[in-house]
């Protein structure tokens, strides 16, 4: 005679059981809905970055543009950007600000990218700015350094890095000096 075994009768009862299942799926699915639910967020932080430095390169512009600051340099229209600018830590640090003049026979524009800040270099290198006479098209271009609010999830993981461990934001722009601007 056949004995049957005897721990099957002891776990079937155990394995008819559902009280469980509820915290499986939960465990299964959290880790997913966590990760959607940040790379949302880091890409809210990023598209929210973005549009403030249009706005702060926007707004800083017109002044140039209406001759408001005769002998602008570098150093002087980053300070102005940076004042517009809420949302980057050490601003001044992480910002460059090409602006150029563009012919107006040739229509030739400046390098396909712009200069950003290199965070690994002591030096940085210079940049073009030259604010040009009146009537003169310009091209004006900021970059911003920042690092991504969550490195190593999502989408913060995948973010092209330049500059060491950050991303760059780029803002372009073109005017038109104002005649009399400059005087």
Not at 9 to 21: F, K, M, N, V, Y
Not at 110 to 137: K, W, Y
Not at 157 to 162: A, F, G
Not at 167 to 183: D, H, I, K, Q, R
């Amino acid at each position: 005679m056949r004995t049957r075994p005897r721990l099957l009768p002891r776990i079937a009862p155990a394995l008819r059981r559902e009280d469980g299942t509820a915290t499986v799926e939960v465990v299964l699915a959290l880790p997913i809905v966590m990760l959607v639910f940040l790379m949302g967020l880091e890409a809210s932080i990023l598209m929210t970055r973005q549009m403030l430095l249009e706005h702060a390169l926007d707004v800083s512009m017109r002044d140039i543009r209406l001759g408001k600051h005769p002998g602008l340099d570098h150093d002087k229209f980053k300070d102005i950007v940076c004042s517009q600018a809420n949302l980057f830590p050490d601003c001044r640090n992480v910002v460059r600000i090409e602006l150029s003049p563009i012919s107006k026979t040739t229509w030739t524009l400046p390098g396909q990218a712009a200069t950003c800040v290199d965070r690994r270099a002591e030096m940085q290198p210079v940049t073009n700015f030259t604010q040009g006479p009146q009537n003169s098209l310009m091209m004006v271009r900021a970059c911003v350094v920042v690092d991504p609010f969550f490195p190593g999830i999502g989408l913060g993981l995948r973010l092209h890095t330049t500059s060491g461990d950050g991303y760059a934001l780029v803002a372009t722009s073109a005017f038109v000096n104002e005649p009399g601007a400059g005087t």
